[in-house]
């Protein structure tokens, strides 16, 4: 499986400055496999510590952990030559030991020639409880479930890849757009978390994808209890269980309200920013105004909060496969929702979009995500189907007049003064899109 952060992987290898690497993302989106598979193909040798399994190490993290210490025990304890730059170490479920954590500040420091990987699930909220963290002394990199992209070179689709990527911004031809428009509803059913895409790509079975999806949702739950203070556990299960009817929401502003009758934010904040910090959910925050830079417009009380997963989400609202595979009319209204999600996803998957917002004016128009470059701010409005009214899309071109504002949707490329139609399908090519295609973006 072709996973596109190990190239940030292979470049952080080759730093000059290298500092001990940290892999932050939610449970089962991969993190392990990705670094067993970089230590297989780019070092000599690996050394693999899961912190959860291995009984031994905590006395090997007490005490000195000078660096040199260190590297002697594991090397005696698990009878490996740890060699600099040949071997790369890997740290698994380092939350479970902060002193661990703690150590990779004198790796920086005094040993900079060990190759250093550590993961964690829950590495966001140990740094969130004070564990004391090497601030400044590593590197972070962050792992997603698959994006589209990654589903289609999965499905070994790599030539229909290559058509989108080489077709500049003409029309998409019939038979490959309706290629493309089956995939995407594959994409949709099953999402991206790899247990699940293997599952399919394994059986073509769905009811076989639904129960790894099932038990990577009963994974979360029980992380809730095993790993949150006590007394945030019922809230977190309250915010959890309240994400699709959240999303399903005309305005799917964030109402605490529908976690709970009477629920205030204060009440659940320590709860939400624990699902946060796991990553188990992602926070689109509202801007007041479109203009650089966008963080100093951010209305910290206003936000949407999305799942990690579209296929997730789907098994959560309890979406039948069938719903989206025969389009049933039912399923309209909830579509808008699967279809915000799964382009949110896509543009996190982006490395040169930094943060995502949402604008609103009064209660007049609603732009469903904003983002900046280095130089401009785009809007893009997110469609389900073929329809195309934006209403709120164009107050916000009155307004701001941005140099080009992105629309996607079912409907086939095109751009069109100032507007770039890209289908939902083609959405992994935006760069290429914003960059080749209009002649201010160079």
Known sequence: ???FLMDDLIKWKSKKNRLPLVLKGARQVGKTWLLNEFGKTEFEDVLYINFE???????VFDGDISSQRIIDMLGALHSKRIKPEKTLLI???????????????????TAPEYAICCAGSLLGVALHSGTSFPVGKVDFLSLQPLIFEEFLLAAKENMLIEFVKNNGVNEIPKPIREKLIDYLKLYFIIGGMPAAVVSWFDTRDFSEVEKRQNDILQTYENDFSKHAPNNIVPKLRHIWNSIPSQLARENNKFVYGLVREGARARDYEEALLWLLDSGLLRKVSRINKAAMPLKAYEDLKAFKLYHLDVGLLRVM??????????????????KGSLTEQ????????????????YWTSGATAEVDFIFADNENIYPVEVKADENLQARSLRVYRERYNPKLSIRTSLSNLRIDDGLLNIPLYALF?????????HPTHH
């Open 1 to 3: 499986m072709k996973r």
């Open 91 to 109: 740290f698994d479920e380092v939350q479970e030991l902060p002193r661990a954590l703690t150590s990779l500040k004198y790796f920086a420091e």
């Open 53 to 59: 399994n291995a009984p031994g190490m905590k006395e």
């Open 429 to 437: 090519n935006l760069e290429r899109y914003i960059y080749n295609n």
């Open 342 to 357: 799964y382009v949110l996803s896509e543009l996190i998957g982006k490395h040169f979009i930094r943060n995502i917002y």
């Open 317 to 334: 609202s309890e979406l039948s496969p069938n719903a989206i595979l025969e389009g049933i009319k039912m399923f309209e209204e909830f």
